[in-house]
């Protein structure tokens, strides 16, 4: 076993404690299941959802993660476009938020659980068996 930082565990989607537990029980290359989280750290039994409702803060993030999207493709598209018809900026805003949206969902989800649930990291998880307490 080895330590990973927390950049490096927030981009693999690992657990906040162990930083080897994935968050999600599949990959995103499996659409219809993409959203699929693990209740506990697979590795060192973290309750993900430190309490009821926890994760409808991701939907901050998400929004931010919405409108960089939106920023940076009606700039791409006035830039490539020349300043395209509206029904464009429409058309490539709704594409992108569509492909991304599995990413942005999974994302909004670990940035929260890294970022605000107050977990500390613990190099070496005492028990492997999930005790459902955080």
């Known amino acids: 076993m080895y330590n990973i930082s927390k950049p490096k565990a927030i981009i693999q ?11 999600f029980e599949h990959s995103l290359l499996k659409v219809k299941k ?19 409702g926890f994760f409808f803060g991701a939907m901050y ?11 940076a ?9 020349n300043n395209p018809e509206a029904w464009v900026y429409v058309a490539v805003v709704l594409v992108a938020v569509f ?23 613990k190099s070496k998880s005492v028990s492997n068996v999930p005790s459902g307490n955080g």
């Not at 989607?13 to 968050?23: H, L, Q």
């Not at 993409?34 to 009821?52: A, D, I």
């Not at 492909?99 to 990291?121: A, C, D, E, N, Q």
Request: hydrophobic share 35%.
């Open 73 to 81: 493709c009606g700039l791409a598209t006035y830039v490539i476009g």
């Open 34 to 52: 993409f959203n699929v989280m693990h209740k506990h750290c697979p590795k060192c039994g973290l309750r993900y959802e430190r309490e009821p």
């Open 99 to 121: 492909l991304t949206f599995p990413i942005s969902y999974r994302y909004s989800r670990i940035l929260m659980i890294h970022l605000f649930s107050g977990v500390k990291y």
């Open 13 to 23: 989607g690992k657990c906040p404690r162990c930083r080897e537990g994935d968050v």
């Open 61 to 71: 993030i998400s929004y931010a993660f919405s409108v960089a999207l939106f920023i």
